[in-house]
């Protein structure tokens, strides 16, 4: 019994301790998740950055999470963060919005990072991803790869991330496959493994030999591979989920973004701004190129470097909308916040946006 | 060797006052062994769980505002639940509530359609439309059931997923923000469209008062009407109740637009008090919750309003112990879970004795 009395003691002790020291030097970097950490998605993308963070500061910083966040009612849980010492904290879905600016404005001196959002404040900056320029290597992959000229597209929610991302692929294609056709299924979700197999082994039954997401389970890869056909993954590496089936994947790197603000944070030179990062910060990345013969294996390398450079731009005009009107002159290319609102799909794509 | 469960007769108030204690005891020492599993201090967790959200006047803030909405529902599901009526859907109703009621907020933002009138008698429609919004919503269930002989559990839960993707689709379409680059919410409420904060700065909107309001008129109603006396005898012995000339049916109707209204009163004022604009889904599943809560509460409002206090304990605490001891989200789950196992075992041991046979038939 005593023992265990002088064990809680010198626990409670080094728990204070431990509590002053940190509240001198650590910078607390917080961060609100809109899945669960294990959804090999999303939210697993955005905690791989938090762990790259950890990993790189080490004693500098301290990291906290809270998943699984429903967007409807997230103030109090991003406040609670803001509450508890954290002085910089990531929210991470696009519902996050606008209790995140709610909260920012009772916490002037707390830095706020919304991804994906579209309003900034003097202390919450957004920031996303050009998912587009990766979505447009794998329809040059697909136009080359498929011998149906049918490739199955499973897409979440018709925002304008997943509408560019649909055009991007198209025009890809189009550039080596004019004949390529897509078939569209929405799934109302980004996560349901049960929802995307589904679909997947529907678009598969509909002759499609090539399978594309837009959500984050990894179950149309491993339709794909039971099925011997092919599929390109989303947010993370599932080359695991389809070893024989993936061609490559367009994996969400946050590390990147992660660590330069948390160094401007401790630097004292965090500003506010607006990130739109692709390929060129490592923002997207592209999985190894897998399961494919030399020849297309250069050209997606090839386009890759290009848009990298800056020297290809996937939504380079001309570019025709679906029932033939021109939105983008030959030699122009299409504003930024044309593609951030875009409603509207180009021409060759065979499908209605819900409206 | 067996165990029988035998009925005590009417269990003695002593009892049932305990009972919730020593429930609350043993989730603790389950949930501080678990804890201590892990490598944490079941001291510290118990520290962040129940005694800080409790020590601060935001958390107590929060504690309410999680609270009210549940209670809220909760309270009008005790008149279904006690009619033997079997609500499911107050999910939904509380959406099309909050949806209706939002949809004033939209009509009149930018000071649209308000004339001479001015703009405060905007919350009161508000509220107003979307309590008659939620009740009508549950008429449906309710008219299948006393025209049709439909079973309202099904209809009403299947209204749950109509009521879901109706304001899913109108989010996404003719609600949309039209400055909104295309993304699937509405503008954001003007102030006229919003309840007022009961704290400067805090997050306490008037809402809440809805939800004590609501607890007390119930409590006085299920004590000392003759529409309370109905309600529980109809539940409890409908052949009595038809023999006193009560109607099943006008009742089942009743109590349907009673719970509906109370949801659909719920989810106005969370849209007009804590969201601030309608967004594709608006409620974290407040609507089922509200069903545990009510059960908790032992189908009284008082007792429902102390369920919904510490379950909403629970997830602020929850919350905590993520940020403080990174205990994982599934250990809060996992503990509202035994919490709530431990209640409705509590409650079987008050309600029944436990005697083991031993020898006897085989």
Known sequence: ??????????LAASLALGATAIAQEKLKVGFIYVGPVGDFGWSYQHDQGRLALEKKFGAKIETSYLENVPENDSERSIEQLARSGHKLIFTTSFGFMEPTLKVAKKFPDVKFEHATGFKQAPNVATYAAKFHEGRYIIGQIAGKMTKTNTVGYIVSF?????????????????SVNPNLKVKIVWVNTWFDPGKEADAAKALLAQGADILVQHTDSAAAMQEAEKAGKHAFGQASDMIKFGPKAQYTSIVDDWSAYYIGRVQAALDGTWKSGDVWGGLAQDMVHMAAYTNLPDDVKKMAEETQAAIKSG???????????????EVVKAGENLADKDILSMNWYVKGVDDKIPQ | MRIDLEPRGAPSRMLEILAPVAAFAVALLIGGLVVWLLGKS?????????????????????????AAPLALIATGLAFCFRANVWNIGAEGQFIVG?????WIGLLTHGGAGQGVLGSWWILPAMLIAGALAGAAYAMIPALLRVRLGVSEILTSLMLVYVAELWL??????????????NFPVTVTFDSSATLPLLVEGGRLHAGVLLALVAVAVATVIFARSLFGFEVRLVGAAPRAARFAGFSEKRLAVA???????????????EVSGQIGQLQTSISPGYGFTAIIVAFLGRLSPPGILVAALVLALTYIGGEGAQIALKLPLDMTKAFQGVLLMCVLAADVFTRYRVRIVTGGRA
């Open chain 2, 42 to 66: 079941p001291v510290r967790a118990f520290q962040v769980y129940f005694v800080e959200p409790l020590t601060q006047g935001w958390s107590l803030q929060e504690i309410a505002v999680k």
């Open chain 2, 168 to 181: 899913d689709y109108m989010v996404r379409g003719p609600w949309k923000d039209p400055k909104g680059f």
């Open chain 2, 98 to 102: 909050g949806a209706i009621g939002g």
């Open chain 1, 158 to 174: 018709p925002i304008p991330e997943v509408i560019a991302g649909i055009n991007a692929f198209m025009l890809g294609a189009q």
């Open chain 1, 311 to 325: 020297k290809l731009n996937p939504f380079k005009g001309p570019i025709l909308k679906q029932d033939g009107t």
């Open chain 1, 1 to 10: 019994m005593r023992k265990l009395v002088m064990a809680a003691a010198a």
């Open chain 2, 255 to 269: 109590v349907l637009a009673i719970s509906g209204a109370a949801a659909g009163l719920a989810g106005i004022a």
